[in-house]
Each structure stands twice: as structure tokens, then as C-alpha cells.
Nanobody, 115 residues
Framework: QVQLVESGGGLVQAGGSLRLSCAASGSISRLNPLGWYRQAPGSEREFVAS?????????ANSVKGRFSISRDNAKNTVYLQMQMNDLKLEDTAVYYCHVLYSTFWGQGTQVTVSS
């Protein structure tokens, strides 16, 4: 079993910054690629960013240049983070941590960007 616990969401004004964190523990390999997805009200869940076991990032075009994903492969827990800068109204969503190519998802953390 895998546990994914997100933190760091909140309310921020447009142009501001937030940092999301996800602690992945349990039956997870440090080799698993990890990612962030988001879901806005009335919309489908969409890819935001991912990072390979080697630390190679990949971003959705909508966040490229503004978001930065990173990971720390500790002994028993993998820590996934995402720095979000220059936030826009359209970034408002619930953000989910995900172990790619698996059914494991975090519970989600709300990010709200106000004008």
C-alpha cells in the first residue's frame, strides 16, 4: 500500500506563489516517477507536471516557466514538491499528487488564486 499526503495549498492573490508538498510512503520505490495533477470545478483532471526517477521534469505548457517540480528520495519516504510562481486565476483547482502508471493518488489540496 502507498500513502500520499499533500500539503501547502491555500489562498493566494494572482501573481503570488505557493509551494506544494507530497510525502509518499509505503510500498513505493524511489524509482517511481511522480507527478502533480489538478482538477478545477466542472473540468476533468489534468496533468500539471511530473518528474522521473532521475529527476528529469516534464511540464504542461500552461505552467511551463512558472512551476518547478522536484523530488527528494529519502530512505523510506519520497518527498515531492512543486514551487508555483506567478499564479493565475486559471490555476485555481484541487491539486493531486500521483504515482505515475499506478492507481495511487493523494487526497488533494486546494489552491485558490484570487484577483
Amino acid at each position: 500500500q502507498v500513502q500520499l499526503v499533500e500539503s501547502g495549498g491555500g489562498l493566494v492573490q494572482a501573481g503570488g506563489s505557493l509551494r506544494l508538498s507530497c510525502a509518499a510512503s509505503g510500498s513505493i520505490s524511489r524509482l517511481n516517477p511522480l507527478g502533480w495533477y489538478r482538477q478545477a470545478p466542472g473540468s476533468e483532471r489534468e496533468f500539471v507536471a511530473s518528474i522521473s526517477r532521475y529527476g528529469v521534469p516534464n511540464y504542461a505548457n500552461s505552467v511551463k516557466g512558472r512551476f518547478s517540480i522536484s523530488r527528494d528520495n529519502a530512505k523510506n519516504t519520497v518527498y515531492l514538491q512543486m514551487q508555483m510562481n506567478d499564479l493565475k486565476l486559471e490555476d485555481t483547482a484541487v491539486y493531486y499528487c500521483h504515482v505515475l502508471y499506478s492507481t495511487f493518488w493523494g487526497q488533494g489540496t486546494q489552491v485558490t488564486v484570487s484577483s
